[in-house]
Structure formats: C-alpha cells, structure tokens
C-alpha cells in the first residue's frame, strides 16, 4: 500500500465545533487530495494540493479549508462543524496531475451530532 | 458536472463466473479510471485506458472504452470471493482554474459468493 496514513480514523464531535482531520504521506508525491464519499454521491473532491502552500478548491469545499506546510502533510479543517459534514473523508495522493492514478488512505469516519 | 454513472448498481455472482460492469459518462474524456474499494478501505486503483485505447487487459481485468458511446466496460473474468467490493469508474474533468481533477461514480456493489 502507498504511505498514506488518515488521522483520526473515526471521530464523533458535536455541531459548532471545530474539527481537523490529518493525512501524512511518505511517498514524497506533489499532489493531494481531500473528498469526501457519501451513498449515491460517491467521492466529491474538497480541496487539493499541487504543493507546499499551494491549494485550491474542488467542487464541495464550502465550510472546509485546508493546509499543506510540508510535503508530507495535509490538513483539512471544518471550522465549524455541521451535520451535513457527517461523512467519510479520503486523502488521495498522486505524483503526477489530478487525471493520473491516485493512491488513497483508508479514510476517516467523521459524525457530527 | 461530469460523471460516470456505473450500470448495475448491484452484482452478485457464484465463484468463477464473469462479472461485467458499465460506465457512463457525459464529456469528451483524455482517460478513464477503475477503482476498487473493499469495505471500510480507501480505494485502489485497478487500471487507466486512455482515450486513443480500446481495451486494456490487467490480470483477470479487461477494460474497454467505446469514446464514440461515452461508455466503458469492466470485466473480471473468473471470480474469486476477494473481488466482493464496490468498483468505480473516474473520469478526468476541468475545474475552473484549469486543474484536471477526478470525477468518480457512484458505484458498483460486487458480492461474489463461494
């Protein structure tokens, strides 16, 4: 399996708090990648990364930001959690861009009460 | 926005027989994507074909992309009980600011009985 490791892998919180979901990669690759997978949407991109510092939208990032200060890390925080963000979240990753084959973590169960 | 949409949503078969699954999509594609995701893991990629290909064989996998029909086929030949899992076609699309992303369907649920 590539080195992507998700934290924390499950999580219960409640709405209005804040939130921070964490992906650590060791394959030293440019891109990553946050979507979220919910029944009948299958995976939605959030956020991605094409390196350090520099990041940008997909198509359901309202109420998510992200950040990437290393290589190796990529945060995705809810600011302010809602029940509408209950769902499982995927870090991605590939080394080349976002149309080549993607390697993903194993994700992390998130509900907000 | 663009998706593949993946015929049958559901799958269930004996050990050995074929499994065969569709993909659809709505744009002009410069590749096309299959991902396998057995229960509670990410997914893993199985295999891209690019737009100029029109079959492509991984293994027990064989692909194959009809540009003219926008549509894709997967078919594993000889099933096993490990191939149980959901199976996802993802299709590259524009975002506005010219990155190339993924878009992923919403699925096929393969149960392979012993």
């Known amino acids: 399996d590539a080195g992507i490791t998700q934290s924390p892998r499950h999580k219960v919180t409640e709405t209005g708090t804040p939130v921070t979901l964490r992906c650590h990669q060791t394959?030293?690759?440019?891109?990553m990648y946050w979507y979220r997978q919910d029944p009948g949407h299958g995976l939605r991109l959030i956020h991605y990364s094409y390196g350090v510092k520099d990041t940008d939208k997909g198509e359901v990032s309202d109420g998510y930001s992200v950040s990437r200060s290393k290589t190796e890390d990529f945060l995705l925080t809810l600011e302010s959690a809602t029940s509408s963000q209950t769902s499982v979240y995927f870090c991605a990753i590939s080394r080349q861009g976002g149309n080549q084959p993607q390697h993903f973590g194993d994700g992390t169960r998130l509900s907000i009460l | 926005s663009q998706q593949g949409e993946e015929d049958p949503q559901a799958l269930s078969i004996q050990e050995g027989e074929n499994a065969t699954m569709n993909c659809s999509y709505k744009?002009?594609?410069?590749?096309l994507q299959w991902y396998r995701q057995n229960s509670g893991r990410g997914l893993v990629h199985l295999i891209l074909?690019?737009?100029?290909?029109r079959e492509k064989h991984s293994g027990r996998l064989r692909v194959t992309l009809d540009t003219s029909k926008k549509s894709s086929s997967l078919l594993i030949t000889a099933s096993r009980a490990a191939d149980t899992a959901s199976y996802f076609c993802a299709t590259d699309a524009l975002v506005d600011t010219g990155f190339q992303k993924l878009v992923f369907g919403t699925g096929t649920r393969l149960l392979v009985s012993p």
């Open positions: 394959e030293n690759h440019r891109y």
């Open positions: 744009t002009s594609i410069n590749n």
């Open positions: 074909i690019r737009s100029n290909e």
